[in-house]
């Protein structure tokens, strides 16, 4: 169990932030395990890019164990169309001692042997710069998806920050997962090992991730780049604010869902709704220009039309958050 004493500075500067650089190393870890995607569908890009070594490492960093070097994932600092940038910045300057420390804790933590390739990684020069060239390759080749993550993205912002105003940390800290515990003082997080942290009046940033499955991933040991990552609820996965006002929230979820082609078997899965209300919301947006079918092979499927993505932009435009994943 992690412990993290936290005193009163610290509960009042509790912020909500997006982290682009989060949402592509869970992609990346979802394609490097052939998996299916949380959020996005896995593309053919995606799977050979795999094949260029600054991506393969850092698939590696992020894909085996439940250890990831923090380097990797520095904390948002605001919400901007600058956030990747500056994230990656920030990698690709991190001084080569920490580099090498948690690599080599990483390394220590599988007990791999003296001639694996990652010792000779370990002794190698510029690791923070391969993983940022690797991270922006990644996130190069993923562009198609960002549409949909992003107003996933958006409206889970919205709703956490939306409660943190209302009720404060008290009554959002233990609703975002499961392993997540708090009492008014102690931030616990479940853990297989025993550790204790003081902060002194540090912020810590509750970061709302589309590709973390339902995966919680927290970096509390260095107080000054503080965040809890959790998974986005799956009520969350839909559209902005404006568009769910205009068409409703099912509807919104799946405009937003077929920038790419999706079959109404798929989206019944990914939306948890009935085959036949998909239909149903599909024809609707038909109707209205939205959305057209495509068959591909012995399969129909649904993928927006020029007058439906126009709408999704417009709509995106309206939010505040619009460019969070501009690089």
Known sequence: MILVDLPPESVRSVAVRPSPIHETLGMLRVVAANEPGVGFEVSDLQRRALHHPDVALVARLV?????????????PRGVSAVTFREQLAAVEATPSAAAREQLGYWIGARNLPTDHPMWRVLESEGIGTRCAHGIRKFFDVSRPEWGGIHTTLVAEFRRVADELERVGPDGV?????????????TLSIAKPYDERITYLGEEIVLVPCVTAGARLSVQVCDPRDASIVF???????GATVPLIALVGRSRAALLADVQLPRSTSRLAIRHSLSKATVSHHLSVLADAGLVAPRREGREVR??????????????????SQRGMFSA
């Not at 800290?173 to 003082?185: N, S």
């Not at 998974?231 to 996965?237: G, K, N, S």
């Open 231 to 237: 998974p986005v609820r799956t009520a969350a996965i």
């Open 63 to 75: 894909g085996e164990g439940t250890y990831q070097p923090d380097f990797l994932t520095p904390k």
């Open 302 to 319: 649904y993928v927006t039309t020029h007058l439906g993505r126009s709408l999704l932009n417009r709509s995106v435009a309206q939010d």
């Open 173 to 185: 800290i233990e609703t975002l997962h499961p392993a997540l515990g708090w009492d008014g003082r």
